[in-house]
C-alpha cells in the first residue's frame, strides 16, 4: 500500500473501531507521527488530507518545517523535552504531549511568543511504572494540572501516556481505563484531551476514550 492508501486503511479503522464502542469517529484526531520521515513523505499524507504532525526531535522538525512553510500544518511535539529544546519547542510547535514537570512546563510558559496562541499542553503520564520511562506518576496529576492551570501562555489539554509494550487487547485496555478515570474524576472540563495510542494498541486506546492517535508505522511504514 502507498502512503494514501494507509491512511484511508487506517481512517476505516478508526471508525469500525468508533462504532464498536459507539463513539462518534469525529472525535478521534489522527496524529501523523513523521519522525525520521523525509518532509516528501508529510506532503504526500498532506495530500491525502492530513494536517496534524507529530515529530519527536526538535532539529529534525524544524527542517521539515521549513521545507514545508507553505502548508498548513499543525505541528505537535511528542518526544522527550531538553531544557536547552524548550524556546525552540514553545517558538515552533502547536502542541506539546510530552510534558512532564512544572521546571518545563515554567519555561514554555516564559518562552511561549506572545504573538502566538497559548501552547496546547498534554501531561505525559507514566503508566507502567517503569523507571526507564518519562512521565509523572498518576497521583502527581491533580497539583500539576492546578499548578500549570495558573500559567496564561498555556493551555492545559489534557494527558499523554505510552504504556509498555502489550499484545493482549484486555491487557491493553487497563492503563488507559485507570488514567481516564482518574482524569474524569479531577473535575476539570478544559481536560477534553487523551493523547492515546499507537499502532499497535489502536483499538485498545480508542476503546478507553482516545481523543488523539498518535500513528507512526501504519501511514509510513517500518522505521529503520
Ligand atoms: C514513534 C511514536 C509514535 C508512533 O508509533 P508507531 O508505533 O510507529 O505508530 C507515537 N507516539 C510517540 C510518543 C512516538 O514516539
Known amino acids: 500500500m502507498n502512503i494514501p492508501e494507509k491512511i484511508k486503511a487506517i481512517r476505516n479503522q478508526i471508525e469500525t473501531y468508533c462504532n464498536t464502542c459507539h463513539r462518534n469517529p469525529q472525535t478521534v484526531l489522527l496524529l501523523a507521527v513523521s519522525k525520521t520521515r523525509p518532509a516528501t513523505d508529510i506532503a504526500i499524507a498532506y495530500q491525502a488530507g492530513l494536517r496534524h504532525f507529530g515529530e519527536n526531535y526538535c532539529q529534525e522538525a524544524l527542517l521539515k518545517q521549513q521545507a514545508l512553510g507553505a502548508y498548513d500544518i499543525t505541528w505537535h511535539f511528542i518526544g522527550p523535552i531538553q531544557s536547552n529544546k524548550t524556546k525552540l519547542i514553545a517558538q515552533h510547535f502547536s502542541w506539546v504531549h510530552s510534558v512532564d514537570g512544572l521546571k518545563i512546563a515554567k519555561r514554555l510558559n516564559e518562552q511561549r511568543p506572545d504573538n502566538l496562541p497559548p501552547l496546547n499542553i498534554c501531561l505525559q503520564i507514566n503508566v507502567s511504572?517503569?523507571?526507564?520511562?518519562?512521565g509523572i506518576a498518576t497521583d502527581e496529576l491533580a497539583e500539576l494540572s492546578g499548578a500549570i492551570?495558573?500559567?496564561?501562555?498555556?493551555?492545559l489539554r489534557g494527558v499523554m501516556a505510552i504504556p509498555a509494550p502489550e499484545e493482549d487487547y484486555e491487557q491493553q485496555r487497563l492503563p488507559y481505563k485507570a488514567l481516564f478515570r482518574a482524569v474524569t474524576a479531577l473535575k476539570r472540563?478544559?481536560?477534553?484531551?487523551f493523547s492515546f495510542g499507537m499502532t499497535n494498541d489502536l483499538k485498545a486506546a480508542i476503546s478507553e476514550g482516545a481523543t488523539i492517535v498518535r500513528i507512526g508505522t501504519a501511514l509510513f511504514g517500518e522505521r529503520h
Open 149 to 155: 492551570a495558573e500559567f496564561p501562555r498555556l493551555k
Open 129 to 134: 511504572e517503569e523507571l526507564t520511562k518519562s
Open 189 to 193: 472540563p478544559e481536560l477534553d484531551t
